[in-house]
């Protein structure tokens, strides 16, 4: 069981970004959550199996069609023990 934390920034917003890596997410079965952020990129964190994590990391690289992602950075973190896959505010 892993934990990571990943930004992706560029045309992230208004674009179903989150609720399309929400759905991604649930089909992979990881858990955590996604948000946007004041700075115009979508935050993540993804726990769950390593392979099913590095998963969500690289959907994370293009998003939903709609989305343009520049750039993307991530932090591996100790894991919490979430359960489901939330979007936040």
Known sequence: MIRRRVQASGRVQG???R???????R??????????????AVEAAFE????DVDAMT??????????HVASVSC?????VGESGFD???
Do not use: H, K
């Open 48 to 51: 769950g199996e390593a392979g």
């Open 87 to 89: 979007i936040l505010g």
């Open 58 to 67: 690289e959907w994370m690289r293009s998003g939903p069609p709609w989305a």
């Open 19 to 25: 609720y399309s890596c929400a759905n991604a997410a």
């Open 15 to 17: 674009v179903g970004f």
């Open 75 to 79: 932090s591996d973190e100790e894991p």
């Open 27 to 40: 089909e992979q079965g990881v858990a955590g959550w996604v948000r946007n952020l004041p700075n115009g």
